[in-house]
């Protein structure tokens, strides 16, 4: 049984910090991309930042600079540090791990989420 579990999440004035977890289990980690996204209320769920299996990283434009991203394969886990937090930055954070698979076909895996509130 796959689950991404993501914890961190809470309540943090603007300019604080936050660091979320995302623990996998599963699935063969090292192999699988995983990304945070966030939903807002009222909005569409977009992307945060990625990292490959690799490592390389992805960052959207609005958190470049103040959010990063890392993984431990050792621990299954993803990391997203969150610095210079701002309002708009509150939302429910998701994790996701995708892999590409045979015959064009794309395996992936969502977490539950976890609220991130920053108070103005």
């Known amino acids: 049984q796959v689950q991404l579990v993501e914890s961190g999440g809470g309540l943090v004035q603007a300019g604080g910090s936050l660091r979320l977890s995302c623990a996998a289990s599963?699935?063969?980690?090292?192999?699988?991309?995983i990304g945070w996204y966030r939903q807002a209320p009222g909005k569409e769920r977009e992307l945060v930042a990625t990292i490959s299996s690799g490592g390389s990283t992805n960052y959207a434009d609005s958190v470049k600079g103040r959010f990063t991203i890392s993984r431990d394969n050792a621990k299954n886990t993803v990391y997203l540090q969150m610095n210079s937090l701002k309002f708009e930055d509150t939302a429910v954070y998701y994790c996701?791990?995708?892999?590409?698979?045979?015959?064009?076909?794309?395996?992936?895996?969502w977490g539950q989420g976890t609220q991130v509130t920053v108070s103005s």
């Open positions: 996701k791990a995708e892999r590409s698979a045979s015959y064009g076909r794309r395996i992936l895996y």
């Open positions: 599963g699935i063969t980690f090292s192999m699988y991309t």
